[in-house]
């Protein structure tokens, strides 16, 4: 398969690399120090359409493919993975879930908010005892008259303390026995009553992807803010992974491509034994080891992407694609800041950063262990969404 990126594709992928690079890097150094994205960045990211990748246009959004969403990805990831990590939950995660599931009601009340990037989204299937093993989770609720009435704790939400809607999943049978067929999704606001928010995580990496807890005492939500049908809503939480997956994955490729953009720079302007790092055969092995491994990522990445929009399976290719690019910028991100010696530990270059952000991709939208348990399934045959309830 050839990855000749048309001229549409090229003018998206250039746009989103020209705000990174020209914009977005004057904010990076900044956003991982305050721990928040500032609205003006926020607002430049709705200029252009960044909200709402794949929202249809008559939502106000840019009415595009995951394929355009990834490359997006990829450029932002370059720059601060914060702020790609915070859109990636926001476009894959949130607003894919209303374009596919939400009623009439739903998409006209939210999606134009979140594609205009008024309002950001957070995903919130996390629990203390509850993580990989998703389908045990025990927040719970009630249905009383047009209302479900809402209690537990979800943790680890990217944006849960910035979010102006929450797609939340709760167990509406208590049979927990059902596991996952017994999981409704409901989209919560922070201004319904019974909702608090409770501890900011304070994280090794993705500093400024804001993320905590969401405390849920007797919270009323109505009735109509039931996404999907009820009891259904654990096969929407997977099904929404697998785009959320190959988002990450685009975030690793970033990352990894600005880690050996990082390394080329230094290990040419570096002296040593009076000569540059460069010519040092162990450091031109380094560099094309890297090279050789971003290539191999990013086109499994694409490839995921391109299955996804022709309607193909995917859930397979999405988590193969996030199992070996996460890797593949962890690689990297070790390798760059090495080749940067002792300034590669120092926050004067940004490679310090990079391997900070770096670890986070083998954990979250499922470790790197899930990754190769749902790969190991779907080989067999077994569907993974079912073999998990
Ligand atoms: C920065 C950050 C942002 C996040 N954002 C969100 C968010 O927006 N929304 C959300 O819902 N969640 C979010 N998460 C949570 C994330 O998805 C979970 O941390 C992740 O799924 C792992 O769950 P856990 O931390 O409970 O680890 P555990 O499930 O406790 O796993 C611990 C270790 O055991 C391994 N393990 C578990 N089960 C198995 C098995 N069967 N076989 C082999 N190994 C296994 C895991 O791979 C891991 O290495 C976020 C996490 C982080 C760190």
């Known amino acids: 398969m050839l990855f000749e990126l048309n001229e549409e ?117 996390t629990e203390p005892d509850s993580g990989s093993d998703a389908a045990s989770l025990i927040t719970k609720a009630v249905k009383k008259g047009n209302q479900y009435i809402l209690n537990g704790t979800k943790i680890f939400i990217t944006s849960a303390p910035i979010a102006g809607v929450s797609i939340v999943f709760v167990r509406t049978n208590p049979d927990k026995s059902l596991r996952g067929k017994g999981i409704s999704a409901f989209l919560v606001e922070p201004s319904f009553k019974g909702f608090k928010l409770g501890v900011k995580e304070e994280k090794m990496g993705v500093k400024g992807a804001i993320a905590g807890e969401i405390v849920l005492e007797d919270c009323a939500v ?101 199992l070996f690019a996460s890797a593949v910028c962890n690689k990297a991100a070790k390798e760059s800041v090495q080749i940067h010696g002792g300034m590669g530990y120092t926050k004067d270059f940004a490679v310090e950063r990079f391997f900070r952000d770096a670890k986070v991709t083998e954990i979250y939208e499922g470790t790197s262990e899930i990754q190769r348990i749902v790969i190991n399934k779907e080989l067999f045959g077994k569907n993974w969404i079912s073999s998990r309830q």
């Open 222 to 322: 109505p009735a109509e803010n039931l996404l999907g049908e009820e009891n259904k809503g654990f096969n929407l939480a997977m099904e929404l992974l697998n785009s959320g997956r190959i988002g990450i994955a685009a975030q690793s490729v970033g990352i990894a491509q600005a880690c050996l953009d990082a390394a080329m720079k230094y290990s040419q302007e570096r002296k040593q034994f009076g000569k540059a790092l460069s010519e040092f055969q162990a450091i031109q092995w380094k560099i094309a080891d890297m090279a050789t491994e971003i290539n191999a990522a990013r086109l499994s990445t694409y490839h995921a992407a391109l299955l996804k929009d022709k309607k193909l399976p995917h859930i397979k290719e999405a988590c193969m694609a996030k």
């Open 9 to 125: 594709k090229k003018l998206i992928r250039d746009t989103a690399r020209e705000f990174a690079q020209e914009t977005l890097s004057k904010y990076a150094k900044q956003i991982d120090r305050e721990e928040r994205i500032p609205q003006e960045v926020i607002k430049k990211l709705a200029e252009l359409g960044f909200w709402g990748i794949t929202v249809p246009e008559e939502f106000g959004g840019a009415g595009l493919d995951a394929f355009s969403l990834i490359l997006v990805l990829e450029e932002i990831s370059r720059v601060c993975a914060s702020t790609s990590v915070t859109m990636s939950v926001h476009n894959s995660l949130v607003c894919n879930a209303l374009v596919k599931y939400g009623t009439a009601e739903q998409k006209k009340k939210y999606l134009p908010k979140l594609a205009g990037g008024e309002i950001i989204g957070a995903y919130a299937l």
